[in-house]
C-alpha cells in the first residue's frame, strides 16, 4: 500500500478509548474529557474487521493506544483476535504502565510482546504534578513486570519539556544494567489553543534531541559512564518507528531520540491513525480524518477500501514550521499519538 508520495504504508496506531486514568497536563484537560456516545466508539469486533481489510491491504504492524488502552475491558482478547490475523507480524501497545503490574502476564499470554511506557520524569513528586493523579512507583513497578513476563523491546518514552527542568542523564542510565530502551520525544504543541490543554507550554518549550544528546553526553563523560554511540544491527530494539538510537559501552539496553520538530522524518512515514470513533487520520499534525465507522457497521469492504485509499492519498508530504506552534485542535489523548 502506497501514498501519493510513494510511501509504503505498513503500520498502522489504533487508539482504543480517548479515556485515561491520569491527567497529564499535555495531554488532557484537568476535569477529564467529555463523554462520548458508547455507540460512537468501535466495537472490538469492528476494530478486528478493520485490521483484516488493512491486513490485505500490506498492513503489517499494529500498536495499540489511547487515551489508555489499559482501561478498556478486554483488551487481551483484543489481542488475540488481531494476532490470530493473516499478514499481522507485529502487536505493540503504548501504556502509561499504572496497571500493567497487573495486567502484564495477561498480556504476553494473549500475543503481546513488546511495550512502550510513558514516562516523563523520575522525580515523585513533579511525576504528581504532571499527571495530576498518579504515583510513580505504580509506573515503576509495571516496569519491572514487563520485564520480568519477558516484554521485549520494553521502552520508555519521556517527552522533554524545557520548563520541567528533566534529568536526561537519570534517564539515560537506566538502559546500563537492564535492557531497557530509553526515548526522548520531542514535545510538540498540540492540543487545544489555551497552551496545550492548560499546560501553559508553547514552543519555546521544545527541547531538541540534539541538546538532549549533547546534556547526557556531558554528563555522562564527566561521571566516567562514556559517551552515546551509535547502535547498530542487534544493539537496536525492534520496531518500526522513526527513532534514532544510541548506547553506552557496554550498556544492556538503548537511548533514543524522536525529533518529529527538528529533524522531520516524514518522508519515511509508514503509518495511519485509527481513533477510537472511527476517523483516519492520515498525520498526526492535521485535523484531516476519514470515517470508516459508516463503512464497518454497513459491512461495505468496497467503502471501506474507497476511505483507506483516500486516507492514504492525502497523506501530505511533510509538516510545516508554522504547524508547530499547535499542531491540531485535537487534543493527544483522542488522536493515539
Same mark, same amino acid.
Not at 492535521?286 to 492519498?313: F, H, M, Q, W
Given at each position: 500500500m502506497k501514498d501519493s508520495h510513494g510511501r509504503t504504508i505498513d503500520y498502522l496506531r489504533i487508539s482504543l478509548t480517548d479515556r485515561c486514568n491520569l491527567r497529564c497536563v499535555y495531554c488532557m484537560p484537568a476535569d477529564g474529557i467529555l463523554q462520548v456516545p458508547h455507540d460512537t466508539i468501535l466495537r472490538y469486533d469492528e476494530i478486528v474487521r478493520f485490521v483484516q481489510v488493512a491486513a490485505q491491504r500490506g498492513v503489517q504492524r499494529v500498536r495499540l493506544t489511547g487515551g489508555e488502552p489499559l482501561v478498556r475491558k478486554g483488551v487481551a482478547g483484543l489481542i488475540e483476535r488481531l494476532s490470530a490475523i493473516e499478514g499481522i507480524d507485529d502487536i505493540s501497545l503504548t501504556t502509561n504502565g499504572v496497571l500493567l503490574k497487573k495486567m502484564a502476564p495477561e498480556l504476553h499470554r494473549a500475543g503481546l510482546r513488546r511495550v512502550n511506557i510513558s514516562l516523563d520524569t523520575l522525580d515523585p513528586a513533579q511525576f504528581t504534578q504532571i499527571t495530576r493523579l498518579g504515583h510513580i512507583e505504580s509506573v515503576l513497578e509495571g516496569i519491572d513486570a514487563a520485564l520480568e513476563v519477558g516484554f521485549d523491546p520494553v521502552k520508555i518514552n519521556a517527552v522533554a519539556v524545557r520548563s520541567l527542568h528533566q534529568d536526561y542523564l537519570a534517564f539515560a542510565k537506566l538502559s546500563l544494567d537492564r535492557p531497557l530502551h530509553i526515548r526522548f520525544i520531542e514535545y510538540m504543541p498540540v492540543g487545544n489553543s489555551s497552551g496545550t490543554c492548560g499546560a501553559g507550554w508553547g514552543p519555546e518549550d521544545v527541547v531538541s534531541c540534539d541538546d538532549i544528546r549533547r546534556q547526557i553526553d556531558e554528563g555522562a563523560q564527566a561521571a566516567g559512564i562514556g559517551t552515546l554511540v551509535a547502535a547498530e544491527g542487534n544493539n537496536r530494539p525492534v520496531g518500526g518507528g522513526p527513532a534514532r538510537y544510541y548506547h553506552f559501552p557496554q550498556a544492556l539496553g538503548t537511548v533514543? &531520540?524522536?525529533?518529529? @520538530?527538528?529533524?522531520? &522524518? %516524514?518522508?519515511? %512515514?509508514?503509518?495511519?491513525?485509527?481513533?477510537?470513533? $472511527?476517523?483516519?487520520?492520515? %498525520? @498526526? &499534525?492535521?485535523?484531516?480524518?476519514?470515517?470508516?465507522?459508516?463503512?464497518?457497521?454497513? $459491512?461495505?469492504?468496497?467503502?471501506?477500501? +474507497?476511505?483507506? !485509499?483516500?486516507? %492514504?492519498?492525502?497523506?501530505?508530504?511533510?509538516?510545516?514550521? $508554522? !504547524?508547530?506552534?499547535? +499542531?491540531?485542535?485535537?487534543?493527544?489523548?483522542?488522536? /493515539? /499519538?
Open positions: 533514543g &531520540f524522536i525529533s518529529p @520538530l527538528s529533524r522531520h &522524518f %516524514c518522508g519515511d %512515514c509508514n503509518r495511519l491513525r485509527l481513533t477510537s470513533t $472511527g476517523g483516519l487520520r492520515p %498525520c @498526526l &499534525f492535521s485535523d484531516k480524518e476519514y470515517d470508516v465507522r459508516t463503512p464497518l457497521r454497513a $459491512g461495505n469492504d468496497a467503502a471501506l477500501n +474507497a476511505v483507506i !485509499d483516500a486516507a %492514504c492519498g492525502m497523506k501530505p508530504s511533510e509538516h510545516h514550521e $508554522g !504547524d508547530h506552534a499547535r +499542531a491540531t485542535q485535537t487534543n493527544m489523548n483522542a488522536i /493515539g /499519538g
